[in-house]
Nanobody
Framework: QVQLVESGGGLVQPGGSLRLSCTASGSIFSINDMGWYRQAPGKQRELVAVITSGGRTNYADSVKGRFTIYRDNAKNTVYLQMSSLKPEDTAVYYC????????????????WGQGTLVTVSS
């Protein structure tokens, strides 16, 4: 069994910054891609940023240049550094990871965190 836990969300003013963290735990053999998604009320969940096990990244156009995704493999943690936040960034942010589980014959499991709320408002 593997799981992800997010932290770092909260209320921030427009133009401010937040750093989200997501840590994987459980029967982890290895982790491939990790990513951040977000979902605002009435909208579909969208990909914000993704990072591969080798460190390659990709970003949604709406956040490129403002957000940075990075990971610490020794800590099984992925981060999302958010700067120049806008009201339209308000959403629940979810961590996602593709994790090889040694309790499941080393097969990959797609795992989601429970989400952390980011509210950008003055």
């Amino acid at each position: 069994q593997v799981q992800l836990v997010e932290s770092g969300g909260g209320l921030v003013q427009p133009g401010g910054s937040l750093r989200l963290s997501c840590t994987a735990s459980g029967s982890i053999f290895s982790i491939n891609d990790m990513g951040w998604y977000r979902q605002a009320p009435g909208k579909q969940r969208e990909l914000v940023a993704v990072i591969t096990s080798g460190g390659r990244t990709n970003y949604a156009d709406s956040v490129k240049g403002r957000f940075t995704i990075y990971r610490d493999n020794a800590k099984n943690t992925v981060y999302l550094q958010m700067s120049s936040l806008k009201p339209e960034d308000t959403a629940v942010y979810y961590c996602n990871a593709d994790i090889r589980d040694y309790d499941a014959s080393y097969r990959y499991r797609e795992v989601w965190g429970q989400g952390t709320l980011v509210t950008v408002s003055s």
